[in-house]
Structure formats: C-alpha cells, structure tokens
C-alpha cells in the first residue's frame, strides 16, 4: 500500500455472501496496489496484487470493574497427622501404639524392643482388623484427660499416657500437655534405662 491513496473500504452488505459469519468476497479488478475490504464477520482482507491477506480481528474485552477481595474465612483446624493401618488386637482410643508385620499395636516402656518404634496415639477405638487412627503429631484433645499443664507425657505400661517418667525399660515423651485435656504429640528420642 503506499502513502499516497487510502485504500477502499468496501462493505459488505449482501447477506447471502455471509456463510457461517464468513464473507465471499469477489474482487473484478484493483485499481490501486492494495485495497481493503471489510466484512461483517470482523474481517480484514487486503488485496495487494496476486497476495490476498485475511487477518481476523480479536475481540476487544472491557473490565467493567475490579474485584475487591473478600473477608478471610474462619481459620482451619490446627493441622495433625494422622495415619492408617490395620489393629493386630482390639485397641483402645488415646493409646500409644507402634506397628508389628503391618498391623498396630501397643506399644509399652517396659519392652525396650519398643523404644524406637512408637507410631503415634490413637484417635478411637477399634476391632482387630480394622483401621486404627494414629495421630503422629499435632494437638491431640479429650475431655477425660487431666494432664498437669507445661509436663510431658511419656509411654506408660500398655500403651498408657503418663506423666510420670517410667524408672524400667525405656523413657520416652510422646507429648507435652499444653491444658488439662490437651497434649501437643511429637516424640522425642527415647532413653533406655538401667534396670
């Protein structure tokens, strides 16, 4: 196209050259190098000599208005991780336990076999053969604990919670009571003791 002429800008407005919002253009002859010509499907065809150019228009979008962001929602639950597996032995809700050939069982500070093998603590009871809740960490809380606050609690005999430090077998806290019905679980190293 060169500066000295506009091009042409024909419309197009026989309807039965719109096929499927695409327009049949017939062009006789071109006087000038390129002419333009637009159709109603917002199209842009240039004819400059044997090159024919069709360039499809993007639609322009118009931001209306700016989200404001909304009120935070209520927080989560404290996070806690919790485990699965399968009870070797009818297991009681809020006790240590440990996993022997896939299956959980009680763990106990007088089997020192036990020392560095303790999972977690239940979550409920269970039947042997079904899928024991293990919590391995987080806050753990029920109403008919009454722990002294800011104390460990160690594995006790049969998996019990206590807080009172075992004086056989292994010495290992599994918590720290943070109120009088609730326990922080995360296991410490354990210490095996003289007998």
Do not use: K
Not at 58 to 69: A, K, W
Not at 186 to 191: L, S
Request: aromatic residues 4%; charged residues 15%; hydrophobic residues 45%.
């Amino acid at each position: 196209m060169n500066g000295c002429c506009p091009p042409d800008i024909l419309d197009i407005g026989e309807p039965e050259l719109v096929i499927d919002e695409q327009v049949i253009v017939v062009i006789d002859s071109v006087e000038q190098p390129a002419d333009v010509l637009e159709t109603a499907a917002d199209e842009i065809v240039t004819v400059d000599g044997d090159d024919t150019t069709i360039v499809t228009r993007e639609p322009e979008i118009t931001l209306l208005d700016v989200g404001t962001q909304g009120p935070p929602g209520p927080p989560g639950e404290m996070g806690a991780a919790v485990v699965e597996f399968p009870a070797a032995v009818p297991l009681g809700g809020n006790r240590v336990v440990r996993v022997l050939g896939g299956e959980a069982v009680y763990a106990d500070h007088t089997t020192v076999a036990d020392a560095n093998l303790v999972l977690g603590i239940t979550r409920g009871a269970v039947v042997t053969g079904a899928l024991a809740q293990i919590q391995t960490s987080g806050l753990m809380t029920e109403s008919s604990w009454a722990w002294t606050p800011d104390l460990p609690v160690f594995v006790g005999p049969v998996g019990t919670l206590t807080q009172t430090s075992p004086l056989a077998g292994f010495n290992l806290i599994v918590g720290i009571a943070t109120g009088p019905t609730q326990i922080f679980i995360g296991a410490r190293m354990p210490i095996v003791l003289q007998e």
